[in-house]
């Protein structure tokens, strides 16, 4: 009898989160590491909400709530969802979750038979690609390529889609790559989609980010466009916008009522409600007026930061950037710097069992946290299934600017180690 359900065994992880341990190795040292590894704004939780959640705990609201979400937070998600996107929903299309990572869990297990096909961005968030198999799905990756700014067509979606698709990720502004879809891109996409899905196939619209993009563009979501509310589940919260990761704070707009109501019964089943003191708190971040000026100048942070950002990775002899539109991540193109150091030749060399679980970007990556201090992921952090050949780093900019700096000088001073490459592999440290 073996301890763990075959079925969970297939589960993947976060490895933003995995690779802590080993930066605390390093700092042990007496070695201060450059932190771009995790997808936190380096802000402090903005006053206005700070002040609410205490009020809300100094009057007492720390007991049970609705488990669908208190009215006030399904509302002001509600409203938002009409202004930004023009979404005719109401609060109780509106089902609240304790951070933005539930919904992707708990809508395949209440959509997916086995054998079902669920369609994903990749390079993407890794918990859509890690949840699939656990919920009896079916792992289609769709890749996305550097040339179109990690976007993609209608085209390329139609070729993946089979009578047995039942879900569709989507995640604009992207983690990690920061790519952000054109009107065009998104209409060609939707088209696809009424043409060739079935009306119970959903589309999971990851828009976590959906504040944070640049240039003076606007979010735009699929649900916004013809036919398309009624088969996109809109998920969203206030990890990023807010920086407030601790408040575990999600949501989601279901296509129907009904849908909603099904989810307030898997929230009883799980873990019972949502402490109404943060969404009473959430809702003011939302709805309060100090929100537009205090988001405004977290954006024009990042939007500086990725300019340095991505003209220093480009001056670096075999690194190229292309310029992201949103979130807070930069995702480098490092061929030519695994090449020069030597990283695909000694993957090549690597026995089979290492190969499955690595990738020369895997090994530069724990070189330059190793031996040049600066913690950065991988491209198989965000998603394995045919992403061999592809040689990316994600390097989050939700830090400041002259440890980023740092950062650069860092990873320029790694590009050209081929010598401490060959020494950091004679050791023997492929993984955390």
């Not at 201090?373 to 061999?388: C, E, K, V």
Request: hydrophobic share 40%; glycine share 8%; proline share 6%.
């Amino acid at each position: 009898m073996s301890l763990y359900a075959e079925q969970i065994l297939k589960i993947d992880t976060e490895n933003a989160f995995k690779i802590g341990p080993c930066i605390a190795e390093v700092e042990k040292q007496g070695r201060p590491v450059i932190k771009c590894n995790l997808g936190e704004p380096d802000f402090d939780l903005f006053d206005y909400i700070r002040t609410a959640i205490k009020a809300q705990i100094d009057q007492g609201n720390t007991h049970y709530c609705d488990p669908q979400g208190v009215i006030n937070l399904r509302q002001a998600v509600a409203k938002q969802m009409q202004t930004m996107r023009g979404l005719d929903v109401s609060a109780d299309h509106v089902v609240i979750f304790p951070g933005g990572k539930p919904p992707i869990w708990m809508t395949q297990q209440a959509y997916l038979n086995p054998g079902d096909e669920v369609i994903y961005p990749s390079p993407a968030f890794p918990i859509y690609e890690s949840v699939i198999p656990v919920c009896g799905g079916v792992p289609v990756p769709l890749h996305l390529k550097e040339e179109q700014g990690f976007s993609f067509t209608g085209e390329e979606l139609a070729g993946l889609i089979t009578p047995k698709t039942k879900m569709i990720f989507l995640n604009f502004p992207s983690n990690p790559t920061g790519g952000v879809a054109t009107e065009t891109q998104l209409q060609s996409i939707a088209a696809v989609i009424r043409d060739k899905c079935d009306e119970n196939v959903r589309v999971f619209s990851d828009e976590i980010y959906e504040y944070i993009v640049f240039d003076d563009k606007k979010h735009l979501s699929i649900a916004s466009l013809p036919e398309m509310q009624q088969r996109t589940i809109v998920v969203s919260g206030t990890s990023k916008t807010f920086s407030w990761t601790g408040g575990r704070m999600g949501w989601a707009v279901f296509p129907t009522v009904e849908e909603a109501r099904f989810f307030k019964n898997l929230n009883i089943n799980l873990f019972s409600c949502v402490p109404p003191y943060n969404q009473e708190a959430a809702a003011v971040a939302l709805s309060a007026p100090q929100r537009e000026a205090a988001v405004a100048k977290m954006v024009q942070t990042f939007q500086q930061r990725r300019d340095v950002v991505v003209a220093g990775l480009n001056a670096i002899d075999g690194i190229h950037c292309v310029n992201p539109s949103g979130a807070f991540y930069v995702f480098p193109n490092i061929s030519g710097v695994c090449e020069r150091i030597g990283a695909i030749e000694a993957f090549a060399k690597l026995p089979a069992e290492i190969q499955a679980k690595s990738s020369p970007s895997t090994l530069f990556q724990l070189f330059v946290l190793f031996k040049h201090q600066l913690a950065a992921m991988d491209r198989n952090s965000f998603g394995r299934i045919g992403s061999a050949g592809q040689h990316y780093l994600r390097l989050s900019i939700a830090t400041d600017l002259d440890s980023l700096k740092e950062g650069l000088n860092r990873l320029a001073t790694a590009a050209e180690d081929r010598q401490g490459f060959a020494a950091f592999m004679q050791e023997g440290r492929h993984f955390c």
